[in-house]
Nanobody
Framework: QVHLVESGGGLVQAGGSLRLSCAAS????????MGWFRQAPGKEREFVAS????????YYADSVKGRFTISRDNAKNTVYLQMNSLQPEDTAVYYC???????????????WGQGTQVTVSS
């Protein structure tokens, strides 16, 4: 079982930056690929970014490529999402997720956090 807790959300103006953090429980964090997803009001949850267990590979949705960076610190059992050049369309609840397996993917995640709200004003 993996317990995930996100933090770092908030209100920011367009063009601003935020860094989300996700703290994970468990002794085998480096064996879990981690992902970030988001869900805007009235829309389905969508993939944002993922990173492999040891951080050697990462993948991004086209909508955030070049603006967002996913990273992880396995010594701290924490994954991050640095979000730059935020736009109103980035407004959503952001969820951290972990999968059983170290390969970063866009789907197939087994554990989810409770989410953190990100609101970008124009």
């Amino acid at each position: 079982q993996v317990h995930l807790v996100e933090s770092g959300g908030g209100l920011v103006q367009a063009g601003g930056s935020l860094r989300l953090s996700c703290a994970a429980s468990g002794r085998t964090f480096s064996t879990n690929a981690m992902g970030w997803f988001r869900q805007a009001p009235g829309k389905e949850r969508e993939f944002v970014a993922s990173i492999s267990g040891i951080g050697s590979s990462a993948y991004y949705a086209d909508s955030v490529k070049g603006r967002f960076t996913i990273s992880r610190d396995n010594a701290k059992n924490t994954v991050y999402l640095q979000m730059n050049s935020l736009q109103p369309e980035d407004t959503a609840v952001y969820y951290c997720a972990a999968r059983i397996g170290a390969l970063a993917t866009m789907r197939g995640y087994d554990y989810w956090g409770q989410g953190t709200q990100v609101t970008v004003s124009s």
